[in-house]
């Protein structure tokens, strides 16, 4: 969990600096971390 919202942070401040972009809510960096947990979710599962 703590990987996906430091993700979040890490792509926000990115977009901040770089793109001059800048997030409406809060909330929107939770948004990216709990989307980016899901997408990897699967990957990371061991085999039986």
Do not use: C
């Not at 600096?17 to 997408?39: D, M």
């Amino acid at each position: 969990m703590f990987a996906g919202i430091a993700w979040g942070l890490w792509n926000t401040r990115n977009k901040m600096a770089i793109e001059k972009k800048f997030i409406n809510s809060p909330s929107e960096v939770l948004y990216l971390g709990i989307s980016f947990l899901q997408k990897w979710r699967p990957l990371l599962k061991e085999d039986d």
